[in-house]
């Protein structure tokens, strides 16, 4: 259940008094979710989304907000986070930071086929365009920092197996990150997990990426990587699936064509991006926050795909 902090119509219809939606109708919790409290609320103005933040603080959300709403204003497909009449985007809630966000129709596609991957080719190369121009900057929370600090709190629960593997990716990307070619890769803002769950559809038509919350600055391939390797592959193996990895790549050149350092880029970046997630799955998984809210991801799903990106040839990027 989702919903860590309670809130009813009654507290609801005089704090939406600040926004310019209208009388609050109706408001109803949503139970899938792990971070936040989130309620589908119905105002006189239509369907939206409330978030009510459990973790992140008032200095954190201004990045991640800011950014949908940028990112929305130039018709990017993400929740448009909606401004009080002070022109505040998060407002404080039962004492905790909270937002209202459009509603995205439709629901998430757990079983894309190509004509799904290229829709969200299409969908990720316009909002890293159009993130071009966003002025704030975050690193992305989750990069290479994260891992050389976090690789030795997890290595005394690995077998001596993955502890070496671990070892050798740390090292292998630390020297990449070093490289004239890592350095010459595109940056900007990045989801940084847009994995299916994270996707609408309503039938083949995507209606929005959203869970920004881990969201920052990074190379637009490594954005690129995190996607073919949750949306692109067979689920039970880890393997990749041509079709949907050509549609998806073909998809994003067509809008925004990858580079020549990106091609020589691509498989480590298609391994750092098993490694970052391999990674804070272990971390979960042997050093969990409050236990009864968090079910651990299975980390075993991608230590099996950083060995097959190590150890099999990647489809090449399309060239221009
Ligand atoms: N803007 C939105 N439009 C429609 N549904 C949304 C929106 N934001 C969240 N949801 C729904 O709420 C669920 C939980 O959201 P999510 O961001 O995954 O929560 P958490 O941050 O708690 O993990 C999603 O699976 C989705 O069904
Ligand atoms: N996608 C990550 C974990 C983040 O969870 P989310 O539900 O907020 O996307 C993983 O699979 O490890």
Known sequence: MAVFTSVTLEDLAPWMTQFP???????????????????FIDTEQGEYVLTIFENLNFEQL???????????????????PIANADGELCVALHGKPAAIVSKLNGSSQMEPQPVHCA???????????????????QANLRSLDWWQITVPKVLEFLSAENRQLMQDEIAFQSAFAL?????????????ADLFRNNVMFDGEKLTGFFDFYFAGCDTWLF??????NDWCIDLASGELDMARVQAMLNAYHAVRPFTVEESQAWQAMLRAAAF?????????????????????????????????????????????
């Open 21 to 39: 939606l209208g009388k609050a109708l109706n408001i109803r919790g949503i139970a899938s979710g792990i971070e936040n409290s989130n309620f």
């Open 62 to 80: 201004p990045f991640y907000l800011k950014l949908m709403r940028h990112l929305a204003d130039r018709g990017v497909l993400v929740p448009a």
């Open 119 to 137: 829709e969200v080719g299409t969908m990720l190369a316009r909002m890293h365009l159009a993130g071009r121009d966003f002025t704030i900057h």
């Open 179 to 191: 490289t004239p070619t890592y350095k010459a890769l595109a940056t900007g803002p990045v989801h």
């Open 223 to 228: 954005d690129v990587a995190v996607t073919i």
């Open 276 to 320: 970052r997630f391999w990674l804070s799955r272990v971390y979960d998984f042997y050093q969990p926050r409050d236990a009864e809210m968090l079910t651990p991801h299975d980390p075993t799903h991608f230590e099996r795909i950083l060995r097959l990106r190590i150890s099999q040839p990647v489809p090449a990027l399309p060239q221009a």
